[in-house]
């Protein structure tokens, strides 16, 4: 069965795997540095009210696997998530800010998709079937 959360007038479950990279691909997460990561990440999710379903650190990049509120957009999200954890880990690390003497741990863009359970054609189909009349294109007025 569908668990949905709530909010005082939401019901939702909204999903994003996001990814981001570190810049220039350095290899730099490993050891303390990772699990401070993790434990940053985590931090700014549990702030922010956003659950971690999944998640992993590579040397190079994050994967994480969230749910959302829907009040909360994920370009904010992202921008909470990097830009506290560059500020945290390079006030922790100096072999950091060595390295990337530009104040800038990760790289400027992110990967994110939403996930669920509806597929893109039960979409189409349920959309295609909202009323009794014939298309005329792929985006009709029902009546």
Same mark, same amino acid.
């Given at each position: 069965?569908? #668990?949905? $959360?709530?909010?005082?007038? %939401?019901? !939702? &479950?909204? /999903?994003?795997?996001?990814?981001?990279? %570190?810049?220039?691909?350095?290899?730099?997460? @490993?050891?303390?540095?990772?699990?401070? #990561?993790? &434990?940053?990440?985590?931090?700014?999710?549990?702030?922010? @009210?956003? #659950?971690?379903? /999944?998640?992993?650190?590579?040397?190079?990049?994050?994967?994480?696997?969230?749910? *959302?509120?829907?009040?909360?957009?994920? *370009?904010?999200?992202?921008? $909470?998530?990097?830009?506290? *954890?560059?500020?945290?880990?390079?006030? @922790? !690390?100096?072999?950091?800010? /060595?390295?990337?003497?530009?104040?800038?741990?990760? *790289?400027?863009?992110?990967?994110?998709?939403? %996930?669920? #359970?509806?597929?893109?054609?039960?979409?189409? @189909?349920?959309?295609?079937?909202?009323?009794?009349?014939?298309? &005329? &294109?792929?985006?009709?007025?029902?009546?």
């Amino acid at each position: 069965m569908q #668990t949905y $959360k709530s909010g005082s007038h %939401t019901r !939702y &479950d909204i /999903k994003y795997h996001i990814v981001w990279i %570190t810049k220039y691909r350095r290899p730099v997460l @490993e050891g303390s540095v990772a699990e401070r #990561t993790r &434990d940053l990440i985590r931090q700014i999710c549990i702030q922010n @009210e956003v #659950t971690i379903i /999944k998640g992993h650190v590579s040397k190079d990049h994050i994967h994480i696997l969230v749910s *959302s509120n829907p009040s909360l957009s994920i *370009s904010r999200l992202v921008q $909470k998530l990097k830009g506290a *954890s560059s500020h945290k880990l390079f006030q @922790e !690390y100096a072999h950091l800010r /060595k390295q990337y003497w530009g104040q800038h741990l990760w *790289s400027r863009g992110y990967f994110v998709a939403t %996930t669920g #359970t509806v597929t893109d054609e039960i979409i189409k @189909e349920y959309i295609a079937n909202q009323d009794n009349e014939l298309p &005329d &294109d792929d985006f009709r007025i029902g009546s």
